[in-house]
């Protein structure tokens, strides 16, 4: 298995511009979740995805962020419009219903929003 | 879920055993403690978690203190490439619980 696929890896924007990033987890994986990391507030969980469905969705900054998981195999976050404190890499990792648990991290996506 | 508390960070010579210690002292009966590391520009790595019982695997040993408020985790024999950021975390088991990350300890391993 490729592991969890994350594009782009790089995005640079400018501010007001949306930006959308997408993730493609483990086969098989029953829970997606979307993780943001910035040097000062350290790595945050913005929302998480049992079966496609939003179960918490508490980490999200505000409104200009958005979460879809269409079918099991992709998901997309959506930043609109885009704000330089939106700088950071955001992760996607995926995990099995059953087992401990463990969360499986994609390479991340650096945003640069200029 | 229970805090953590981490050094921020240790040093370890390279071949020698790295000993990160985590404080939990307020975990809870159902709690579970899980390990994570995350080597630079790459996103984080599941090592090892436990309830009780000190465990094993092939990347690393967890020691769980008797009254459970503390543990350590053992790097038997540090290369550069362990060289990361380790996170400790408690979360509940039953149903699903999301990971919340500290700032964790990095550990510098050298030569």
């Known amino acids: 298995d490729a592991g969890v696929i994350q594009s782009p890896r790089h995005e640079v924007t400018e501010m007001g511009q949306e930006v959308t990033l997408r993730c493609k987890p483990i086969?098989?994986?029953?829970?997606l979740f979307w993780y943001r990391q910035t040097m000062m507030r350290g790595l945050e969980l913005l929302i998480y995805?049992?079966?496609?469905?939003?179960?918490?969705d508490s980490g999200m900054p505000e409104d200009r962020f958005s979460a879809k998981m269409p079918n099991a195999s992709f998901s997309t976050l959506k930043i609109q419009p885009s704000e330089p404190r939106d700088s950071a890499v955001y992760f996607c990792?995926?995990?099995?219903?059953?087992?401990?648990?463990?969360?499986?991290f994609g390479p991340g996506t650096r945003l640069t929003v200029l | 879920d229970a805090k953590t508390t981490q050094p921020p960070s240790m040093d370890c010579a390279e071949g020698r055993a790295a000993n990160l210690p985590c404080n939990h002292s307020?975990?809870?009966?159902?709690?579970?403690v899980y390990w994570y590391r995350q080597i630079h520009s790459q996103g984080p790595q599941y090592i090892i978690h436990g309830l009780k019982n000190n465990e094993t695997n092939e990347m690393a040993s967890l020691i769980i203190t008797e009254d459970r408020k503390s543990s350590t985790l053992i790097l038997p024999h540090a290369t550069l490439r362990d060289t990361a950021v380790y996170y400790c975390i408690v979360r509940a088991s039953g149903g699903y619980n999301k990971l919340i990350f500290g700032a964790g300890t990095r550990l510098a391993v050298h030569p």
């Open positions: 995805f049992n079966n496609n469905v939003p179960i918490d």
């Open positions: 990792a995926s995990s099995p219903r059953k087992g401990n648990n463990e969360q499986f």
């Open positions: 307020t975990i809870s009966g159902n709690e579970y």
């Open positions: 086969s098989g994986h029953d829970y």
